[in-house]
């Protein structure tokens, strides 16, 4: 394909995913030398559950990001979700249609966010963070601010039964969000519609159409990683997920390469990305550093990645590599 | 020659923006095959002209004619349905998509039967596409936002022409672009000439490129056509005299 290879150095640049899985392995090495106990099943195990819900999140986030917008409320519909699920299976409905159903409603408050985002030209980060203050206070009110325990059946088995059951997930639906964002019409539109919104419209790409759909798609996929937690954690917790694990996916997808100004991104270095953030707490917590360290380290990294993109897009274009 | 065997005519158009008169009755037409270049400074009324042609304005009276018919256009893509395409100044190129991706923005190809992306079939498209015309770029593969503003620029005269546009609308062609740049369109223009399928009108600040690749100029001072006729039989001295009539006929009425 590339003719133009020049070394190791110019790969890593051209390639986001490449550089943060060198970071990943570089990391995993460290960690291993500095801890007996890192390659081990139940850390590995730990560390796996841990990312996932961001790692699912990113997904939908990156998709949002390319086209440019955003959304905060993600990790609210998180903790909304499977409150639904909860109350319709209460009122006599099979578990896996109230499932389906919470996840019909997460989809909707992405139908609506993007329908006042594009048609009334609010930006998406204000109406968003909006949404995510008005979606934690239903999901506070619905659940009078008490965590439930999770139903269960075969259903909760298959979606949380197992150690992996939580990154399996992350992993396939990652699979498919790269294959559409690489290989179908939307994604190719999706990447058009934040790089030359005005060059997208004139070729006659539906910019508002896209926008609403993927802000659905990364609302329902938010729904799913919340439902999914809460099968493995066996309990709903009206505070879980919210703005940290919403900051978290939107951090993994800029560590991973994706552009926070829209036009380029990638779903499987944001899926990397996440695993380094999880990796990084979870080896500092077996190294005993203060927990307090882990922001101050995710806060740097993000600034670092930040300013390295900006630096190297220019001397990438300066060197024509 | 009868009327049917325009390409495209416009007559008497005129377009008033509330108080403004921006167009004051402007006629033009373009046999097939056929280049116009339209001159004039900025503010003159060029690109409203050019937004009428493209479908993007409708002109307050006058009408347009495609092969002799009389049509109305309701939008951009309604006029493109008959062969006009307006190559933007802002290019409608995604700098973070490839070369060939730009091709076939929203004329994507897939393969039959299924929701997915034919890739090769795209590639090799666009450069058969691009060889047509003798563009250059070093890959198919590389990001639009990595190539120089000629390149780009001929990647979206090249995309016009691989969508069958048969009337294509130049707007600023050669605008900020350096003399290599600038000869390298030009020559794309002149084969595109050469095969004598498209019809082309091209808006532009420099009188003496114009002249040079235009069959005929037209120019446009204050929304009125001050001038009209073959390259060949004017120069840019006359240009510039008729110019300098006009700026000092404005300069006595103040």
């Keep these: 394909m590339n003719k133009r290879q020049k070394g190791l150095l110019a790969f890593l640049l051209r390639k986001p995913e490449a550089s943060i899985s060198l970071v990943g392995i570089i990391l995993l090495i460290v960690f291993q030398f500095a801890s007996p106990v890192f390659f081990t099943g139940p850390n590995l195990q730990t560390v796996s559950q841990f990312f996932a819900p961001w790692a699912l999140i990113a997904c939908g986030e990156i998709m949002l990001l390319i086209c440019g917008e955003v959304d905060l409320s993600v990790g609210q519909v998180f903790a909304l979700t499977p409150f639904i699920m909860y109350f319709v299976a209460g009122a006599g409905v099979p578990l896996f249609l109230a499932m389906i159903l919470a996840l019909l409603v997460a989809g909707l408050l992405g139908l609506c966010i993007g329908f006042i985002t594009v048609h009334f030209g609010v930006p998406s980060f204000i109406t968003t963070l909006g949404a995510m203050l008005l979606i934690n206070g239903l999901t506070l009110t619905i659940s009078g601010g008490f965590p439930v325990d999770t139903p269960n059946n075969l259903l909760g088995n298959i979606f949380g039964g197992w150690a992996y059951s939580e990154i399996a997930w992350a992993v396939g639906v990652a699979v498919v969000m790269h294959t559409i964002l690489r290989h179908t019409r939307w994604g190719l539109q999706t990447i058009a519609a934040g790089g030359n919104p005005t060059g997208a419209a004139e070729a006659g790409i539906r910019i508002k159409h896209i926008k609403i759909g993927n802000f659905i798609l990364c609302s329902t996929i938010g729904g799913l990683a919340g439902i999914l937690n809460a099968f493995h954690v066996t309990s709903i917790d009206p505070n879980a997920g919210g703005a940290n694990v919403m900051f978290l996916a939107i951090a993994s997808s800029v560590i991973g390469g994706t552009s926070l100004m829209g036009g380029s991104g990638t779903i499987l270095g944001g899926l990397v990305g996440a695993a380094v953030l999880g990796i990084l707490q979870d080896g500092f917590t077996l190294l005993g550093i203060n927990a307090y360290t882990f922001d101050i380290i995710t806060g740097a990294a993000i600034l670092i990645t930040m300013i390295s993109n900006v630096q190297f897009a220019a001397w990438r274009r300066r060197s024509r590599i | ?254």
């Design chain 2, 1 to 254: 020659m009868s009327e049917a065997t325009y390409a495209l005519e416009a007559r008497d158009i005129t377009k008033r923006f509330g108080q403004v008169q921006a167009l004051h009755g402007i006629s033009l037409n373009l046999k097939p095959g056929e280049m116009l270049g339209i001159l004039g400074d900025n503010g003159a009324g060029k690109s409203t002209l050019m937004k009428i042609l493209s479908g993007f304005h409708a002109p307050t009276t006058g009408e347009l004619l495609v092969k002799g018919k009389k049509v109305e256009f309701t939008s951009v893509d309604h006029a493109r349905s008959f062969g006009i395409e307006c190559v933007y100044q802002d290019l409608a190129l995604v700098n973070t998509l490839s070369v060939y991706h730009n091709m076939f923005l929203n004329r994507e190809i897939l393969y039959q039967g299924l929701p997915f992306l034919n890739h090769r079939k795209m590639r090799e498209l666009a450069a058969e596409a691009l060889a047509d015309i003798g563009v250059n770029v070093p890959s198919m593969d590389i990001e639009v936002g990595m190539l120089s503003g000629g390149q780009r620029q001929a990647i979206a005269i090249a995309r016009a022409v691989a969508s069958h546009a048969r009337i294509l609308l130049l707007d600023e062609p050669l605008a900020a672009m350096g003399a290599r740049e600038a000869s390298m369109i030009i020559a794309l223009i002149e084969r595109l000439k050469a095969r004598g399928d498209v019809s082309m009108i091209m808006i532009a600040h420099n009188y003496a490129q114009t002249l040079d690749v235009a069959d005929k100029v037209m120019l446009v001072q204050r929304g009125t056509c001050t001038f009209e006729g073959r390259s060949a039989e004017t120069s840019v001295t006359e240009l510039l005299e008729i110019v300098k009539r006009e700026y000092r006929g404005i300069t006595h009425e103040v």
